[in-house]
């Protein structure tokens, strides 16, 4: 029975991957600009949030001014994570989008002794090298004026904004309710995007908007919810090495959905970034 359940939870962890990969090719395929899908994506996401808090009596309460300003900081880069990454998968495939964006992981590790009081681990340079090879092999061509190399580094930058943000966030996890979290900084991030959805225009939504609703209710306040809800079941580890399925199952759900066909500069780029996050991930669980 006990090893029913663990299976049940693994395949739980696995369909919310698998909902979340679904932000490469939705990020593509929407016809709006950048930051109005996120505005949409943020404010349709809060809603459902909102109505899933209260449907389960979560506690919305913000407990400190702290606290405040770290939800604030913590929602800040979400957002330009977010507007960076589906920037990068407008220049690029969503292959290379998502494996630029995917060095998070390792980029936590380094700069994880900066928030904390965890030791410098040198190993950790040595899987930045790795990371650093990977991308290298993703754009071989680094011209500043190629789509694909400005592609890549806002991918970059995006996954910087999301480690700052876990890194951040990762007291309050403790405090808070996963969900109440992201429905706060969803809210903010559609606040903050707001104005651009009147200067920027939304012209297309009549015909974009369903697929601005996946994104919203599948991608986002599913996906996200149901991974955050298996780490009670899981080490973060564990979850970050069934994680690193993401651009894999971006990478498919593109080929399928926008017949984007990976190079084989992107499999072996692509293989040495996931790799990275796979060692790093069964490191942490032994440490």
Not at 15 to 42: E, H, N, Q, Y
Not at 63 to 77: E, H, N, Q, S, Y
Not at 250 to 262: C, D, K, R, S
Request: hydrophobic content about 50%; overall charge positive; charged content about 15%.
């Amino acid at each position: 029975m006990k090893e029913k359940s663990h299976l049940n939870h693994i395949l739980l962890l696995t369909v919310a991957t698998l909902f979340i990969s679904t932000s490469g090719a939705l990020g593509k395929f929407i016809d709006l600009p950048t930051p109005v899908i996120i505005c949409w994506r943020s404010f349709l996401a809060a809603l459902f949030l909102l109505v899933y808090c209260l449907y389960k009596k979560i506690d919305l309460k913000i407990k400190t001014p702290k606290d405040r300003r770290t939800f604030f900081i913590g929602a800040v880069l979400m957002g330009a994570h977010w507007v960076t990454y589906f920037h990068a998968l407008k220049l690029t495939n969503v292959a290379i989008g998502m494996l630029s964006m995917f060095t998070f992981p390792v980029m936590i590790a380094l700069l994880e002794p900066l928030f904390s009081k965890t030791k410098f681990d040198p190993i950790h340079m040595l899987l930045g090298g790795m990371v650093l090879l990977g991308i290298y092999i993703l754009a071989p061509d680094f011209n500043l004026e190629s789509d694909q190399l400005k592609g890549i580094l806002f991918g970059l930058c995006s996954a910087l904004c999301y480690a700052l943000r876990i890194l951040i966030l990762k007291g309050e996890v403790k405090k808070y309710h996963g969900t109440m979290l992201m429905f706060y900084q969803v809210a903010i991030v559609s606040v903050l995007l707001m104005p651009f959805v009147f200067t920027l225009g939304t012209a297309n939504i009549t015909t974009q908007y369903p697929y601005v609703i996946v994104l919203a209710l599948l991608t986002t306040a599913i996906g996200h919810t149901m991974f955050i809800n298996s780490l009670k079941y899981f080490k973060a580890s564990t979850a970050s090495i069934i994680g690193s399925a993401q651009p894999v199952f971006g990478i498919i759900i593109a080929y399928f959905f926008l017949n984007e066909i990976p190079t084989l500069h992107t499999f072996v780029g692509g293989s040495l970034i996931i790799g990275t996050v796979i060692i790093e991930s069964i490191r942490s669980k032994r440490i």
